[in-house]
């Protein structure tokens, strides 16, 4: 079973890179989102507010601005798949169910300040500094609801094992993320905005079908 899950881990690890990972641009993103990732979970231990601060304001809009700005969306001569295809197969977060999870992100400061109280579960802020206390404890809800409500969808939509292995590889991408992308930065100043490994390949195709 050990065995079948790390395999399961690194198909989904490997997926994930060759499907949505082509431009320079979003790898560098997913580089400063890793360290700042890494950075709040660290914090989690003795502030889970400011993990919180951390984990949304930089580590979720570095990674995110990078798939939905950067990324190319045409047809992926490489995986011979296109972008609607990925979409649908994607076994995460596609770009519409991140739309729905950012619009809450961004929604809760919203309702908060017309509702101090947030329906009654918070003492009503009384200074900026309470007020972005009281967002990050909302915003810590959000991630851990996130990824809880995905991973039990997995377990119907699929199966349990894919549900865990999903977890384990969110829960690990930060890791996994500085190990694959820390170049990033350099190639991008070299003026390389495609991996060379994937647009090299692409190439060759687009030769052979001319």
Known sequence: MIKNFREQLRIQRWDDHRYYHHSRI?????????????????MMFFDP??????????????????????????????????????EEIKVGYNLRRKVVLMSIWAASPVV????????????????????????????????VGGLLFRTVHLFFIRDVET???????????????????????????????????HDLIEHGLEEQHA
């Open 26 to 42: 979003n790898q560098s993103l997913h580089f400063v989102s890793a360290v700042s990732f890494m950075i709040g979970y660290a």
């Open 49 to 86: 507010v400011a993990s919180a601060l951390i984990g949304w304001l930089v580590s979720m809009t570095s990674r995110q601005a990078g798939h939905f700005f950067f990324e190319p969306r045409g047809y992926d001569h490489l995986n011979q798949a296109t972008h609607e295809h990925k």
């Open 112 to 143: 908060l300040y017309f509702d101090p109280t947030l329906f009654g579960l918070f003492t009503p802020w009384a200074s900026p500094a309470d007020f972005m206390r009281q967002v990050a404890k909302i915003w810590l809800v959000v991630g």
């Open 163 to 197: 549900g865990l292995v999903w977890m384990t590889k969110i829960l690990t991408d930060p890791f996994n993320d500085f190990k694959l992308y820390h170049k990033a930065p350099l190639y991008l100043l070299k003026g390389e905005l495609i991996d060379p490994g």
